[in-house]
């Protein structure tokens, strides 16, 4: 089955540790992105990557860093200068035809303890 | 003011009840909307992209009122199955690569 594969799904970290959340697609999206959300606000936007090896800032990138080496992955480091990384990680794709659709992953939630 | 904003509700409805939730969007420039569903501590899916003329898909009817920038959602014959939370979605000032996400309208469905 094609689909998007977000690994940890639970993952709690101490405080000045560095994470990685894994994405994996086999959908064959060019474009990929993360988002992060918290509890009452919209998803925003982390980083986003059209093509392999290329990526993007979004609204909220301080404290993150993405890598795209291969068109299926796009991992997402938070580091200890996320000053508050305790929140729900939602990676998506879509075809660069751009239906407008966003196919995501299950999610990771990341606790800072 | 919030690129998108929904009334956070909840809404709390009987079962066949007719239900609707409204979106105001900031950016007179957004091409193209959508309406994504989430269940709780799920992913997002698409319910149903907003074309100006209108749109209905079942018991779904989307609105578009780009004079207003409003977009709304219209949900007949509510069943259980419908609670979740509905996100209103645009696009931003650079096309698809940025959608902006309302934080949503959750909806309950009760016997």
């Known amino acids: 089955d094609g689909g998007i594969t977000q690994s940890p799904k639970y993952l709690f970290r101490k405080e000045g540790q560095n994470v990685t959340l894994s994405c994996e697609q086999n959908?064959?999206?060019?474009?990929m992105y993360w988002y992060r959300q918290d509890p009452g606000q919209g998803l925003r936007l982390i980083y986003y990557s059209q093509i392999v090896n290329d990526f993007q800032k979004g609204d909220i990138a301080e404290g993150y860093s993405v890598s795209r080496e291969k068109k299926e992955s796009f991992p997402l480091t938070v580091t200890s200068a996320q000053k508050n990384p305790t929140a729900f990680y939602l990676c998506?794709?879509?075809?660069?035809?751009?239906?407008?659709?966003?196919?995501f992953g299950e999610g990771s939630r990341l606790t800072v303890l | 003011r919030k690129e998108v904003e929904q009334d956070p509700g909840p809404f709390n409805v009987p079962e066949g009840a007719t239900v609707a939730f409204n979106c105001t969007y900031s950016?007179?420039?957004?091409?193209?909307f959508f309406w994504y569903r989430q269940d709780c501590r799920k992913e997002p899916k698409l319910l149903m992209s907003v074309y100006s003329s209108g749109n209905e898909d079942g018991r779904f009817t989307a609105q578009l009122n780009r004079a207003s920038q409003y977009i709304s959602l219209l949900i007949r014959d509510s069943k259980l199955s419908d609670s979740a939370t509905y996100l209103c979605v645009v696009t931003g000032l650079h096309g698809y690569n940025k959608l902006i996400f309302g934080a949503g309208t959750r909806l309950a469905v009760h016997p």
């Open positions: 998506a794709s879509s075809t660069p035809t751009g239906t407008g659709e966003l196919f």
């Open positions: 959908l064959n999206h060019d474009a």
């Open positions: 950016n007179s420039a957004s091409q193209s």
